[in-house]
Each structure stands twice: as structure tokens, then as C-alpha cells.
């Protein structure tokens, strides 16, 4: 087939060729498709009715009215009130068949959609969609199980507690929800908790296979011997990868169980706190033990169940003795089928509350819980009597063979460490929409106060559970890197990949000798460009082109491939695919756009974006000249500009972007366009700290400044001489304030504190540095000297050529002494957390006076956000992947000494930031509306946004 719509547009051809495949439909031709187009014309719901009711000859059950009971009863369908929405178009498949011929109608009519499953999700517009349409799988509702009774078939669309009442007729059980109500699709993609864990795992774990229909209509079946990468990522990998329609999970030889439930007045909670903890560690030994616990504001809810007919096993024994308010549900033995109907006869019809939802993941700790619940019952009560709600307090112990079994059935993306561990969750219910925002602040309240103490007590856990986290969290991430790198499956990369292929193969044929392939001797060193080896990822190829003109040529190529990409200066951001890119797309190297050249007035540089520092230093430095840039020089000229960029004397004239004259840049359309403060000033502004956001800069015009000649001395002081440091530290900082030509260096790492004392002019000992006087040193890096920038940075090249993991973080705050020595005293203690040699924590101290915030004012300003008051861009680096989490302990520590002293400050240093932060979003919401507005009216396509392949980008700020 090769014909189309030139009418209406639409992509005929490729739709017919998505549908001819499923058997099911009804056959149509040309004519046929385009008589229900032109009966729609200025419909697309219409459209899309008058397709599915063509093609399946009526069995697509459609609603639209409204006004409808029908429309009402599943619009209605949600745990949470908050979620109830008011698409144009509900449609309810009855096969995969019909799934598929629905995003075949989707993609043609270019239509927003929502899935639902079960409708257990309380975060609003995840399973439901306003003004768009919504697929209501629960018609994929068939259930069924094979002779030797080891395999059950699951539409995706079921209840569980149907599955339960089923499968009780046929004396076995299935790993699923704890609850009724809860849908067979959602829970399994989001990993899913059930009863029996510490037997069986998760219920995840216990999927052998699925169907899925992928997003271009085709209907496969993923376990570990097909599609294996798929049936990795969907257990536990969310929505990401198609529409499961059906999943076959082993059974469980359970069969007589005892279960009982029971509510107790919250006045014993501590008691109850105490029988959970034990519990915790008694359910190592004894796997057969479930437990279900929520504390209320007045009831504290309690469920036992054990896998074997046993009354009363020892293992509750703790509660048994506290005094109960209301048994719940009787202890008694029966099928798990009973259990659940059981529960909803109690519960009785869900009640329609809004809910708002939160969680998180500990090391079991009895100190830390009863801290924990201290700090809920406070919230709790205060959500009581501002909104008349109620907030609850979910506790579930996984223990060690719970989370043994991801590996003993293909792996899953969730990452899981097998340790004795707690999923924590806070709910908020309440019924005023006005409410919305104060329930998600209430359990954001919680959820801030459990990290920060648990990070305090080293007990806190990277692990985010999707089932039970919120829209502001990130469960994906939390699984790790090397797990969010293979969440991108086979399916969705073959086509991400084909379309980076394409784009090779044309920038081959228009730009050989800047094209690296992987068969080139160049590709290794290509990969490895990069500062980190976080970043050194097989890019399909690498292109480095050498003009604007070629670089407006790439993004033209890009815009109709629609390839990810990756654009790279100098590769000193340490954030995976950042400046890098996998298989799945290219990398746009920009090193040799390298030129130099200073006007004819002296008055400002032009540096292409490829240029190190360290050669604009060097280019400067026989005209008594410098610009202001980076400390390092191996660093790109470009990404550090974009990010803000910290100099040796900020204070002098700002940040490295407040010096920029104009910006030459290739926007997404191909058009070379110049930003400066007279042509496109709200680009210029922008681009000064914006980020990647707005094209690809290929010439940067930096005045030039008299800034020459400088003294500097750096000094090495070993570890046991912190306190005398910092307290000079301070000291120095404070009279910076009145030296605007005073710049300090402050790096703690490999066993040393490096000092670095600098100051404009040539001296012989400058007043502001006088507090370091008499404290004893390790060593002198470098004697103090009267030289110039471009001699003085190329002693600052310290290990920045080394190849090592790295991962950064920032944070800024004012200082003061008791901090910087509390938080130095914690970098002591975790910095030998492996006992890898090559392993090793920075800690580094980057002070910003009052007077670089003005100097920035007075160039212009910036898009950055920044409080004129004194004060310190912390930052620190790892470089070894295990210790990640001694990074996120430190800064978590330091940003709660700031916060309990009120000193901590939102901006987040940019080029410092890790990738899991959100510098965009630091800069304050007034910026970042005017960045997205720049952004939109520069690339109203939102190619830097939807094909870049990393980086601070506003779409995800």
C-alpha cells in the first residue's frame, strides 16, 4: 500500500499498514477509510468513533455522552476522587486486537490518551485524561489456567479479587494485590507488593509472560525467550513500552491459610511500633508471615496472614497482647479468595475521597520509626484541623528472600538490594478539591523529614516503589543508572537506533572526514572524550562539524530523522548523556569549532565553542588580557558558559556568563541567528546560565578584561588541621567582602585540603588571606608567586584528565563556622566507604561575595535567581560508582545544617548539579516561566526538548 490523504493530511498508508495484520478487523480499502474521515471532517473524536465502529463492525464499545449513567459509572472508577476526569472519548477493548487498532486510530488522528486498569492509582491524570480519550482495559477481563494448574492467563483488566474468587475454585493462588479493588495491569508494571513476598517475591516476580501491545499496533508476547529485554523492563518499568493486555503468572501452592485483622486505639502505637519492628526481623526466619500495617489518626489498622492453616502463630505473638479496639476481620483459616471478600465486606463500597500519596524506602530501624511516627502524628493532626482530613501511616517490611527473587526469574529494573528493609507511605484523604495542594504538601512534609532523618542515621534507601509514589517523585530514577539505561528496550530502541543510523549515514555522505563510526580508530577515543566514564557511551556515531553552516545542516538532517542527539564542548559535565548518548543516538562534537580570534579594539575574544580555557588563557595572555571562564583548563568553553560558570575572582565581574557580549547560535530550524543585548535580548538573557535549551551557540564574544596579573599561592593542610581551615575559611570569606579582588579555592580530597589564595595585581602577601597564617601545612602545591592567569591555570589541572566515575552535586547556602566543621566532620567519616584505592569523596567550597551578584546585575542580569548576600557554592564529586550513596548522604547533610539554621539557599550551581536535581527549577519559578517562554518562541517544534538526549531542559525542570 502506498497511498495517503492529501485532504485531511493524514497518514493513510502507514495506518492501513498497522491494521491489515490483525485478523480480527474488518476488511476496508481507500474509499471505505476515507468516506468516515469526510463524514468527521472537523471531528477527530468523531473520527476515531467512525473508524473502530468500521473496522470492528460495532464490537468497540464507545461512550461520549457525558450526561450518560454509563459515562458517570466510568468516568467514576477511581480509588482516589482527585483522579476523576472528563475525557471526550471512553473506549473499552475487548482484545489486544482492539488495543491495537486504537493506537493505530491514536497515532493517525494524533490524539491524547490515558490507560486504565484497575484505577487504584491516586495520582491525577495517570489513569485518566480530560478532553482527550480514555482506554478502559476492564472489558480484558478473561482469566484462565492451565491442566497441570502452574500457569494462569490474566487479561490485564481484571480485579484481583476476582482472580482470588476464581483460583479458590481451583485450590491454588496467585501473587497479587492486598487489597480489593486493585487492578491485574498497573500493579504488575509497577512491581506490586503482595501477600506471601518473603515465599514468592513480588508479584512481579512471578510473571512469565506478557502480552503487549507496542505503539506501532504490534502484538507480541515477551518472556525470557523472546522480546527477553521487554519482559525485563515491564516488571516494574511502569507505562512506558506499550499497553499489556494480558500478563501469564505462575501459580503458588498455597492453599488453607489463617489471616486475621484488628484495630487498635493510636494510643498504644508505640507498643505497636515496637511488635512491628520485632516482626521485621523475626519474618527473616520464618517466610510463611504477612503483615499489613497503617497507623490513622485515631485507628491504628493491623493484618496478619500466615500461608498455612497454623492459629495464632508465634510470630504475632506481640500483638496478641496489646488490647484491640475492634477485630476487624475474625482470626480465622480459609482460602486467600475469602480473605479479600472478607475485606470488602468490612470496607464496604470505596468511599469517594481524594487522596494524595507519598512513600519511600529505610533500613529497619526502632529509633528511627518512633521519630518518624513523632513527626506524622504532628502533621497528621495539623491536616486534621485545617482540611477535616485524615492521613494514615503505611508501614510494610520486605525482608531478604522477598527481594532474592528478581534474580531468579530474568531480573527486573527494580534494583533491589536483599536487605531487611521498610517501604514507608503517607496518605492524605480528604474530600474538598480546594484541599489539593495542602494534602500534597502534608505528605511532602512527611516524606522531606523521613529522608532527611533517615539520611542523618544512614538508613535511607534510593528505592522509590512506583505503586505507591507520587507524581513529584521519581521511581525510574530511583532504580539506578544502569537500570534506567536498560529501560530503554529493544522495541522502542530499534527504532530510536534506525533513526540515529539514518542520520549517520547521511552526515557520512555529506561530511566524511567528520563523521566516526564504530569502525573508525577514532570511535574508542571518541567515547572516552569525556571527563567522567559515566559518560562514555557508544554513540552511533560521533560527527564533528566545523562551521555554523555544517551544524545547521545536522539539525536539519535531525529534524527529519528525528534522532536523539547529544551536543559536546568539552565533556566536563559528568551526567550520563549529558554530553553523550548511547547507541540510540549521536553526538554532535563541537571541538572543532576551536578558533580564537580578539578584535580589532582589543575590547572582547571570539571563542568557539570547542576552545578550552586553558588556550583562551594562553591566546590572551601576550596582550596583557583575560576573559573570565573556567578554573580548569581542559574545560569546554561552551557547556560552561551555558551553565553559569565559576571564575577565579567572581567578584571582579560576575560569573563567567555575566561576560558574554553576544551569542552566535543555530536554531532547532537551521536559521544562524546573533543574541545580544541590542538583537534578541531575551535570548541573550537566556542563554546566560539557561542551559541547552534554546540551539547550539558556535561562537561566544566575551569582553575581554585587564585582568592579568595576579599573585596566588596553593597550600596543602592535612586532615587533622580542619578545624584551624574552615575557622580561616570563614574568616577569609568575610573579608573577600570588602576585597573584590580576592578569589579563593577550597578542594578537599586524596587525604588533603588544597587551598588556593588568589588575588589581582602582583604582591607580596595580601591582607584578606591572613587568617591561614601559622597553621601548619602538608605540603605547598605551588609557592606563592606573581604571575598571570594563563600561568597560574595550568597548575589547576589536578586530576582532571584521570579517568574515573564521577557523579557531582550542588548546593548553596550562607556559611558559617558550626556548618562547615559539622559537615566536614561527616565528609571524615563516610569518605572511606570502600576499600577500593582508587576510590575517593571531594569536598569543595566555591565562595560567591555580594559583589559577583551585583556584577551580573550590572551586565544585564541573568536568568539564575541569585540572593545578593555572601555566600558558598558547595560542591561535591565521587569517583566510584559505590559511592553514590555517601554523595547523597553529604549532601543531605549539608543542605539540613543550612535548613535548620536558615541558611540554606535554593539556587543550585549548574554546572556542579547532578543530574537528579533541578538547577532550572532553583532559579525560581518567575525565571523559569521566562526561560520556557524563550525556549517556545526560539524552538516552538521543541526539538532541544523532545530529541536532545540529556541535559537541564525546561521540559523536565
Not at 479458590?168 to 491485574?184: E, F, I, S, Y
Not at 528478581?406 to 531487611?420: F, M, R, V, W, Y
Not at 575559611?729 to 573579608?735: L, Y
Not at 569518605?831 to 569543595?844: E, H, K, Q
Request: hydrophobic share 40%.
Amino acid at each position: 500500500m502506498s497511498f495517503s490523504s492529501s485532504s485531511d493530511q493524514l497518514d493513510l498508508s502507514g495506518f492501513l499498514e498497522k491494521v491489515e495484520d490483525i485478523e480480527s478487523l474488518e476488511t476496508i480499502d481507500k474509499r471505505g477509510l476515507e468516506e468516515v474521515l469526510q463524514a468527521n471532517r472537523d471531528d477527530k473524536f468523531g473520527k476515531a468513533i467512525s473508524i473502530a465502529t468500521l473496522l470492528t463492525a460495532g464490537r468497540l464499545e464507545s461512550i461520549t455522552s457525558r450526561s450518560s449513567d454509563e459515562y458517570q459509572k466510568r468516568v467514576s472508577k477511581h480509588w482516589s476522587a482527585s483522579c476523576v476526569s472528563q475525557p471526550k472519548l471512553i473506549l473499552l477493548p475487548k482484545s489486544a486486537d482492539h488495543v491495537a487498532l486504537i493506537l493505530a486510530i491514536i497515532t493517525l488522528l494524533d490524539l491524547r490518551f490515558a490507560i486504565r486498569s484497575g484505577g487504584a492509582n491516586p495520582n491525577r491524570g495517570w489513569a485518566g485524561i480530560d478532553d482527550g480519550v480514555l482506554i478502559d482495559i476492564s472489558c480484558l477481563d478473561r482469566l484462565s489456567i492451565n491442566e497441570a494448574k502452574t500457569l494462569v492467563a490474566l487479561g490485564a483488566g481484571l480485579e484481583w479479587s476476582k482472580v482470588y474468587d476464581e483460583l479458590d475454585r481451583h485450590d491454588v493462588t496467585v501473587l497479587g494485590a492486598r487489597m480489593p479493588g486493585v487492578g491485574v495491569g498497573g500493579l504488575v508494571i509497577g512491581g506490586g507488593i503482595p501477600n506471601f513476598s518473603s515465599e514468592y517475591g513480588l508479584v512481579c516476580d512471578r510473571v512469565v509472560e506478557f502480552e503487549v501491545v507496542l505503539s506501532d499496533s504490534r502484538i507480541v508476547r515477551a518472556n525470557r525467550n523472546e522480546y527477553e529485554d521487554l519482559y525485563w523492563a515491564l516488571k516494574g518499568g511502569g507505562p512506558n513500552f506499550g499497553v499489556v493486555t494480558s500478563v501469564t503468572v505462575g501459580t503458588v501452592p498455597v492453599r488453607e491459610i489463617w489471616y486475621g485483622a484488628w484495630l487498635y486505639d493510636s494510643q498504644h502505637n508505640h507498643a505497636i511500633l515496637n511488635a512491628v519492628h520485632t516482626f521485621t526481623f523475626k519474618a527473616e526466619a520464618d517466610p510463611k508471615a504477612s503483615f499489613t500495617f497503617s497507623l490513622g489518626n485515631t485507628k491504628t489498622f493491623v493484618g496478619v496472614i500466615y500461608s498455612q492453616p497454623l492459629e495464632f502463630p508465634e510470630i504475632f505473638s506481640d500483638f496478641y497482647s496489646i488490647p484491640i479496639a475492634k477485630e476487624f476481620i475474625k482470626p480465622q483459616t480459609g482460602q486467600v479468595g475469602s480473605l479479600i471478600r472478607g475485606m470488602s465486606q468490612v470496607l464496604g463500597p470505596v468511599v469517594p475521597k481524594r487522596r494524595a500519596i507519598v512513600g519511600l524506602s529505610i533500613k529497619p530501624n526502632d529509633k528511627l520509626i518512633h521519630q518518624l511516627h513523632t513527626f506524622w502524628q504532628g502533621v497528621a493532626d495539623k491536616f486534621n484541623i485545617l482540611v477535616g482530613g485524615e492521613m494514615t501511616f503505611g508501614i510494610q517490611p520486605l525482608t531478604t528472600s522477598a527481594l532474592s527473587f528478581q534474580a531468579k526469574n530474568g531480573g527486573s529494573p527494580l534494583n533491589l538490594k536483599p536487605i531487611p528493609q521498610l517501604w514507608l507511605t503517607a496518605v492524605a484523604q480528604y474530600y474538598d478539591a480546594a484541599h489539593d495542594a495542602m494534602a500534597h504538601a502534608a505528605v511532602q512534609e512527611f516524606a522531606i523529614f523521613a529522608r532527611a532523618k533517615a539520611s542523618e542515621m544512614g538508613l535511607l534507601l534510593d528505592f522509590i516503589f512506583m505503586n505507591d509514589s507520587n507524581w513529584e517523585e521519581s521511581p525510574l530514577y530511583s532504580y539506578g543508572a544502569t537500570s534506567l539505561e536498560k529501560l530503554v528496550t529493544k522495541e522502542n530502541k530499534d527504532s530510536a537506533t534506525v533513526k540515529a543510523q539514518l542520520t549517520c549515514q547521511i552526515a557520512s555522505l555529506l561530511f566524511p572526514s567528520q563523521h566516526i563510526s564504530r569502525n573508525n580508530s577514532q570511535y574508542q577515543t571518541e567515547i572516552e572524550e569525556n571527563w567522567s566514564s559515566t559518560c562514555w557511551l557508544p554513540a552511533q556515531c560521533f560527527i564533528r562539524p566545523e562551521n555554523s553552516l555544517q551544524i545547521a545542516t545536522l539539525l536539519r538532517i535531525i529534524d527529519i530523522t528525528q534522532s536523539k542527539f547529544a551536543v559536546r564542548s568539552g565533556g566536563h559535565n559528568p551526567n550520563a548523556g549529558f554530553a553523550s548518548s548511547g547507541q540510540t543516538g549521536i553526538v554532535l562534537d563541537l571541538s572543532q569549532l576551536n578558533s580564537i580570534d580578539l578584535s580589532q579594539d582589543r575590547s572582547f575574544v571570539e571563542v568557539g565553542p570547542g576552545v578550552r580555557w586553558g588556550e583562551v588563557y594562553e591566546y590572551l595572555d601576550p596582550y596583557n588580557l583575560s576573559a573570565i571562564g573556567g578554573r580548569s583548563p581542559p574545560v569546554g568553553a561552551g557547556g560552561l558558559l551555558l551553565g553559569g560558570g565559576m571564575p577565579y575572582i567572581p567578584s571582579l565581574y560576575g560569573l563567567a556568563c555575566d561576560n558574554v557580549k553576544a551569542f552566535e547560535i543555530v536554531l532547532a530550524n537551521s536559521t544562524l541567528i546573533k543574541a545580544s543585548a541590542v538583537e534578541n535580548p531575551d535570548l541573550f538573557f537566556s542563554l546566560k546560565g539557561g542551559g541547552p535549551n534554546f540551539g547550539i551557540v558556535t561562537r561566544y564574544d566575551l569582553y575581554t578584561r585587564p585582568l592579568h596579573q595576579v599573585w596566588y599561592q596553593f597550600n596543602l593542610y592535612n586532615f587533622s588541621q580542619y578545624e584551624s581551615v574552615l575557622a580561616a575559611t570563614v574568616k577569609t570569606q568575610d573579608a573577600m567582602e570588602e576585597d573584590d579582588r580576592a578569589g579563593f579555592v577550597f578542594n578537599a580530597n586524596q587525604g588533603s585540603i588544597l587551598v588556593g589564595f588568589i588575588h589581582e595585581g602582583w604582591s607580596d602577601a595580601p591582607a584578606v588571606f591572613q587568617a591561614f597564617d601559622g597553621i601548619p601545612l602538608a605540603g605547598v602545591y605551588s609557592k606563592a608567586t606573581n604571575g598571570t592567569i594563563a600561568t597560574m591555570s595550568k597548575l589547576l589541572d589536578i586530576g582532571s584528565s584521570t579517568a574515573a566515575f564521577r557523579q557531582p552535586v550542588a548546593v548553596s547556602h550562607q556559611y558559617t563556622l558550626p556548618n562547615y566543621l559539622e559537615a566536614f566532620r561527616y565528609f571524615l567519616a563516610h569518605r572511606n566507604y570502600t576499600s577500593d584505592p582508587t576510590a575517593d569523596l571531594s569536598f569543595a567550597i566555591q565562595p560567591i561575595g555580594k559583589s559577583a551578584v551585583e556584577a551580573g546585575r550590572r551586565a544585564g542580569g541573568n536568568p539564575l535567581g541569585l540572593t545578593a548576600v555572601p555566600q558558598n557554592y558547595w560542591s561535591q564529586v565521587n569517583v566510584t560508582e559505590e559511592a553514590q550513596a555517601a554523595v547523597a548522604g553529604l549532601q543531605k547533610k549539608v543542605e539540613s545544617l543550612a535548613t535548620d539554621s536558615s541558611l540554606l539557599l535554593p539556587y543550585q550551581f549548574q554546572n556542579d548539579a547532578n543530574f537528579n536535581q533541578s538547577p532550572l527549577r532553583s532559579y525560581g519559578n518567575d525565571q523559569l516561566a521566562r526561560l520556557i517562554e524563550v525556549s517556545e518562541r526560539y524552538d516552538p517544534a521543541r526539538v532541544f526538548q523532545r530529541l536532545q538526549n540529556g541535559g537541564f531542559l525546561v521540559s523536565t525542570a
